[in-house]
Structures are given as C-alpha cells and as structure tokens.
C-alpha cells in the first residue's frame, strides 16, 4: 500500500499549479484524504483536506485559491492551486487514511504519507 504524488515545480507568483495523489495497494476503503505542507523552518501544516463524502476543510491561507478534490473510484485526491504566492512555497504532501488488507488475510487501518512534492513560487 502507498500514496504517490505528482505534480509540483516551480510557478511564479500569481500562477496555478496542480498536485495529484493515487493510493495504489490491497486496499479495502478510504476514508480522509488531504494535502499538508511543510515549509523551511517550519511545522508541517493542513492545507485541505477532504472527506469520503465530498466535505471539504480549507486552511484560511488557501480560501478561494486551492480546490482539493477526490475520485473514490480511482482512489486519488488533488490539488488545484491558484493564485500562488511565494508563502506557498513548500513540500507539499498527500495523506490518507486506509483500510488494507494484511498478508496475514484481515485488514488494518492507518494513515498514509505521500512522498512528498516540491511547490516553488517565484516572486
């Protein structure tokens, strides 16, 4: 099981940019998928995340610029980014919350870390 981003790169200010993540795996559902990110010197954030039926949460700093969305079908969740600032700037990082199947043959549930991606805002 895994999350893989893709996405990312270097925009200038005032820019769009979009960030995708697809679990891949034994999985058996998915709950929460979200975006987080992490910039230098500093904890890692929520930007948005989504729920298994479409409710969505924003951080204020990304209100009416970021738009996350997901496919269950295809079990991906992504990113559109507009209007981007250089306090955008981050290693950004998809999450989700999976139930798998185990080799054991029963199945567990836990959070799931994306690589991570780069997202640079030029000024």
């Known amino acids: 099981v895994q999350l893989q981003a893709s996405g990312g790169g270097l925009v200038q200010a005032g820019g769009s940019l979009g960030l995708s993540c697809a679990a891949s795996?034994?999985?058996?559902?998915?709950?929460?998928m979200g975006w987080y990110r992490q910039a230098p010197g500093k904890q890692r954030e929520m930007v948005a995340t989504?729920?298994?039926?479409?409710?969505?949460t924003y951080a204020d700093s990304v209100k009416g610029r970021f738009t996350i969305s997901r496919d269950n079908a295809k079990k991906t969740v992504n990113l559109q980014m507009s209007s981007l600032k250089p306090g955008d700037t981050a290693v950004y990082y998809c999450n989700a919350d999976l139930t798998y199947y185990t080799s054991s043959g029963s199945f567990a549930r836990r959070d799931y870390w994306g690589q991570g991606t780069l997202v640079t805002v030029s000024s």
């Open positions: 795996g034994t999985i058996l559902g998915v709950k929460a």
């Open positions: 989504t729920t298994s039926d479409g409710s969505t």
